[in-house]
């Protein structure tokens, strides 16, 4: 299934957050500290984080493989939350 991110209701630094979450392979997961670097704004972390949970399609552009810079798990905006988040990565082989 392809997204079209011009489709979307966000700002272009949000579709520019949302483009870089399609380029996390399965059973990888990043720091938005890294996330942010990516996407060329490295001291934007608390906006990337920001961008990442107004994440319209949670799963599909997959805002679950993004974790916090202390190796803790973070947030997930999707449906139930972090456990969500968790069984999520378990099925991509990420164990939290």
Same mark, same amino acid.
């Given at each position: 299934?392809?997204? %079209?991110?011009?489709?979307?209701?966000?700002?272009?630094?949000?579709?520019? !957050?949302? #483009?870089?979450? $399609?380029? *996390? /392979?399965?059973?990888?997961?990043?720091?938005?500290?890294?996330?942010?670097?990516? %996407?060329?704004?490295?001291?934007?972390?608390?906006?990337?984080?920001?961008? !990442?949970? #107004?994440?319209? $399609?949670? *799963? /599909?552009?997959?805002?679950?493989?993004?974790?916090?810079?202390?190796?803790?798990?973070?947030?997930?905006?999707?449906?139930?939350?972090?456990?969500?988040?968790?069984?999520?990565?378990?099925?991509?082989?990420?164990?939290?």
């Amino acid at each position: 299934m392809q997204i %079209i991110l011009s489709k979307l209701n966000g700002t272009k630094f949000q579709k520019s !957050v949302w #483009a870089e979450l $399609l380029k *996390i /392979k399965r059973g990888e997961i990043i720091t938005y500290k890294e996330l942010a670097r990516r %996407i060329g704004k490295p001291k934007a972390v608390r906006a990337v984080a920001n961008a !990442v949970g #107004a994440n319209p $399609l949670p *799963i /599909k552009i997959p805002c679950h493989r993004v974790v916090r810079s202390d190796g803790t798990i973070g947030g997930y905006s999707g449906e139930g939350g972090v456990k969500t988040k968790k069984l999520i990565l378990k099925k991509e082989g990420v164990i939290f």
